[in-house]
């Protein structure tokens, strides 16, 4: 499934070459919205891909489900 380098995707950091793709990060804007960031989980470079959430009350998140492994 990997090894296609000419993917159109963006998974590589820029600044260390890491490759296996990146955290998400979410930064209160203003009017209710968050951005979402990646940061490399390698060396901490972050981008900004102009993701906007819907709106949102806040940055307080709630917990859902726990995903165990898949095994039934
Ligand atoms: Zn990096």
Redesign the pocket.
């Known amino acids: 499934m990997d090894s296609k380098d000419t993917d159109n995707s963006f998974r590589v950091?820029?600044?260390?070459?890491?490759q296996r793709g990146f955290h998400v990060h979410f930064k209160a804007v203003s009017e209710g919205k968050a951005r979402l960031g990646l940061i490399?989980?390698?060396?901490?470079?972050s981008y900004d891909i102009g993701w906007l959430t819907a709106d949102v009350a806040g940055l307080e998140p709630k917990k859902e489900d726990v995903y165990g492994e898949m095994d039934h």
């Open positions: 950091c820029l600044s260390c070459g890491y490399c989980p390698n060396c901490g470079q």
